[in-house]
């Protein structure tokens, strides 16, 4: 199965964002890829850079415009599409919200973010509720997805939940960048622990691990920095093993998975059969000591 | 703190290592280690490569003899001292145990290894019962140790555990290596899998992470291809930096490890803000499929 991730900047109008995803889709649709996987928000700059209440206006509702022109784009060319949508669930109540669409063009699923990050020019939690559907994958004809979102890779829990719902991968649109008053050694840490922990979320599972990052520089208001998004987007193999790896230009990657592997793998490496389950009942406590 | 690592070789012989560790601890100390860490059942051979009933005359009581010996030698030099036994705690009850050693020679605490592999020539379940003692941080006088052993590490839970329980930095005294039997590839990507899933709980748990491994071809029974101790020791920092990281040959390394540091990660990093403990409850489960 051969996947891409579109990893791209985006503009202030959603007109132009549909219509550059659409010529990277398509790219990727002809070049080979099954599954297409688009970065987080991507229908319109980081908007949670800021506060403002005008922002909600960016919000769409599911099933909508978004997935009606996604989802027949899906329909058209044949692929499993992975969208992420700012979603208007009811007055007053929005989510960060990832869609599937198959193949004919139906939602397959979606996964409404569970980690909401809240830190300066990242104001989520003003603007999305955290997500109440839970770590369930989603069952596409390329194979069961797991879903998460950006923030979200940073909780082994979240991947290893997926992995037991029966995840044949992991995937996360992401949108993470730099500080750009950060010193080089600092943004070095920050992009190589962003890499590392979801490798880590690979191997400890035995799944392969697909992120898909925006880039470029995107300001909101002349009294920020702005953010440097980092790009680097990744797909790391069922051992950890790095598959494909983008550097901070835009491009589409590409990579070709077997996902026979992940059961090779967890015959050498049987970490679901040793798990300390009578042991683990504290993960559900926010501290132990 | 300095803590040191000591990367080595056994002898079949008790005494022949316990004199080579002796040595390499007064260097380490004497280069000013207040924290020193040996590898996995480093009084003898890694004798789970067979299932062999004589092998349980290894075993060791604590408080016993090698509490007391390196208890002494903690108390000379001053320093706390983390050890690993093949631990008799009955007649037909063993565990694999580490114990702290602090630095008046007292036991600090003892951890017994949670999680037990078994696979060819790690026959670790025929002689080990697993711990009961859950993930309790031990407490010293150069910090919260959370010691973990070996098969641990390939567990995000454990590690979480620990974190919770308000370790400054986790710990693993290791015995792994490659069948030789195994390509160059194959080796490396396991290699690079066990480095990148202790990782991954360094920037998950913003804490330190230090692994102390065995090097050496090892064979306990002409019929089996031995195991080859792959070494490559390591500590990573609180946001998954590299402090110090071994090759394979014989060495003690060291590193400076700032405990305050993890504070400051957790600032701009508050995973422990966020985690979705009220969707965690199926990490109690098998699978949840």
Redesign the interface.
């Known amino acids: 199965m051969k996947l891409a991730l579109i990893q791209q900047t985006f503009f202030k109008e959603k007109e132009k964002n549909i219509d550059k995803l659409t010529k990277n889709i398509r790219d990727c649709a002809k070049a080979g890829a099954e599954l297409v996987i688009l970065s987080e928000l991507h229908n319109s700059l980081y908007f949670c850079q800021t506060e403002e209440v005008k922002n909600f206006d960016l919000a769409e509702e599911i099933p909508g415009n978004s997935t009606q022109i996604f989802g027949d784009l899906a329909k058209e060319l044949g692929i499993v599409l992975v969208i992420s949508l700012f979603e208007k669930r009811a007055k007053g109540l929005y989510h960060n919200t990832a869609v599937v669409l198959e193949k004919d063009g139906s939602i397959a699923g979606i996964y409404r973010k569970?980690?909401?990050?809240d830190?300066p020019a990242f104001y989520e939690k003003f603007y999305f509720t955290?997500g109440d559907l839970?770590?369930q994958?989603i069952k596409t004809s390329v194979g069961n997805l797991g879903i998460l979102i950006c923030?979200d890779q940073?909780?082994?829990?979240?991947?290893?939940?997926m992995a037991?719902?029966?995840a044949d991968i992991l995937i996360y649109p992401t949108a993470i960048g730099w500080d750009i008053n950060d010193d080089f050694e600092e943004k070095q840490?920050?992009l190589?622990?962003w890499i590392?922990?979801?490798?880590?979320?690979?191997?400890?599972n035995n799944l392969p691990v697909a992120a898909c990052n925006r880039t470029g520089w995107e300001s909101l208001d002349q009294s920020h920095n702005g953010i440097d998004f980092w790009g680097n987007s990744f797909v790391f193999g069922a051992?950890?093993?790095i598959l494909a790896q983008a550097n901070e230009t835009e491009q589409n990657i590409f990579a070709e998975i077997d996902l026979k592997r992940t059961e090779e793998v967890r015959k050498?490496?049987?970490?679901?059969r040793?798990?300390?389950?009578d042991?683990?009942?504290?993960?559900?406590?926010?501290?132990?000591?």
């Not at 042991?279 to 000591?289: C, I, V």
């Open positions: 569970m980690h909401i990050p830190d955290q839970g770590f994958t923030w940073w909780f082994p829990e979240a991947a290893r939940l037991m719902n029966g840490r920050q190589d622990a590392a922990v979801q490798r880590g979320h690979a191997v400890a051992q950890g093993e050498i490496w049987p970490f679901f040793d798990r300390r389950i042991a683990f009942e504290d993960l559900t406590k926010r501290w132990t000591n």
